[in-house]
């Protein structure tokens, strides 16, 4: 078994590149199935999760190049197959090829979308869409088929703003006939992202950003190049990292406003920062002060950063409340971060924070990407070396995690026990 070793106490200096968005990429990677030409993405991260992808992408006939962190997918011979078993059970992301492949074949067969449990995760939001467009979905043999005789423009209310909905929606309605209209749609900058793709390879979509996203169907999609935008979680769990034990540490290549909810946390939260054009620079605050947080959807607080939050908080003079309204299983660090000091107490999906606290280490679990990331942080503040499992969830969601923290400074490896 492969574990991460955290030697905690080691000050960070330097800077940090953010890589391109996690979130973004694995919609983009399955957005290429639509095209029928070649498509160039650039700033991948190194990721499990991309890995999966292309694997998928090939599978399905995708010519697949990787140079670097430039990925060229020629899309012009894909043809339909099934996919059931295998890397679609890998990662939740998966499910983004039911629209793709829909949009393209008019037909998917997809297995039941792997990924992080953070508790029900139901897709019927996209499959209500499917069916709005003109689709029949049935859910047999371990996966869900869809398929449409030709797929028609409709006007889709989401009940919740599910962002994996949008999306897969708008990779069904790109060729629809007619046009398309997604109420109450999510607005995060990866959707933004995903749209300027697609529009790039000829689509016609607006109000991406909004909460009506209008998509005109269209008859070709071809190739073209596009460079994904800044990970906001990735630079979010950096900035945190130096908040705990940063002398001073500067964040490169983020966009200021789309982590407008998480940076006015760090101010409550008293971490001294200075910002540039597409950079910060963050030192560790005299005396860190407790604060409440709730998740939202975008542009509130991001669910995905409240687990490395929550390390911040077991550091802050007082009492803390954390409420989350995305994910209620989004609380399996609680456990894992208390056997090494921290004063937490969790009630369905709230969890009361009292601190500051010494952090101990000792063997904790990561039980999905995001609570890995928050024993890391804690890791790196703890008396003595802390030694994470399941590491697998980590190197789904963080580009060279450990290269990027030992070059500012922490000590970190992976071992075999």
């Known amino acids: 078994m492969r574990v991460l070793k955290v030697e905690g106490g080691f000050p960070l200096n330097g800077s940090v590149d953010i890589s391109g968005a996690k979130n973004s990429v694995v919609a983009l990677l399955a957005a290429s199935i639509l095209s029928n030409g070649v498509v160039k993405i650039e700033d991948v991260p190194e990721l499990s999760d991309v890995d999966a992808l292309i694997a998928m992408i090939e599978e399905v006939g995708g010519h697949v190049e990787r140079n670097d962190t430039t990925i060229t997918i020629n899309s012009e011979n894909m043809v339909y197959t099934p996919l059931i078993e295998g890397a679609v059970q890998k990662l939740r992301a998966s499910y983004y090829l039911m629209g793709a492949m829909l949009g393209r074949f008019k037909k998917a067969t997809i297995g039941v979308p792997g990924g992080c449990y953070l508790g029900p995760r139901p897709i019927d939001l996209h499959i209500r869409g499917f069916q709005a467009l003109g689709a029949t979905v049935t859910n047999e043999g371990g996966g869900y088929h869809l398929e449409a005789e ?8 989401l009940d919740t703003a599910s962002v994996g909905a949008t999306i897969n929606i708008v990779f069904a309605a790109v060729y629809a006939e007619g046009t398309t209209y997604i109420e109450n749609a999510a607005k995060e900058p990866e959707i933004i992202d995903v749209a300027t793709l697609l529009n790039n390879m000829g689509a016609k979509i607006t ?16 190739g073209c190049v596009h460079q994904i935008i800044p990970d906001r979680i990735e630079a979010g769990t950096y900035m945190l990292a130096a908040a705990l034990m940063g002398e001073e540490v500067r964040i ?30 963050i030192r560790k605050a005299d005396e860190l002060v407790a604060t409440n947080l709730k998740t939202m959807v975008y542009p509130g607080f991001a669910t995905d950063l409240q687990q490395p939050f929550t390390v911040l908080l077991t550091q802050a003079k007082g009492t803390s ?6 994910y209620t299983a989004r609380f399996k660090h609680v456990n894992e971060l208390v056997k090494m000091g921290a004063n937490i107490r969790q009630e369905a999906a709230t969890a009361v924070v009292v601190g500051p606290t010494d952090l101990q280490a000792t063997t904790v679990e990561a039980s999905d990407l995001r609570a890995g990331a928050a024993l890391v942080l ?20 963080y580009d060279r995690i450990i290269e990027k923290l030992s070059n500012l400074g922490a000590k970190l490896w992976v071992e075999e026990v």
């Open 150 to 157: 030709k797929l028609t423009g409709a006007r889709i209310n």
């Open 207 to 222: 109000g991406a950003g909004t909460d009506l996203i209008r998509i005109e169907g269209v008859e070709r999609l071809d």
């Open 321 to 326: 409340v954390v409420n989350e309204t995305i």
């Open 252 to 281: 490169n290549n983020i966009i200021v406003e789309h982590m407008e909810a998480f940076l006015a946390k760090l101010r409550e939260a008293g971490v001294p920062m200075e910002f540039g054009d597409d950079y910060l620079i």
């Open 378 to 397: 804690a890791g790196l503040v703890a008396d003595g070396i802390t030694e994470i499992q399941n590491i697998e969830h980590i190197e789904r969601g």
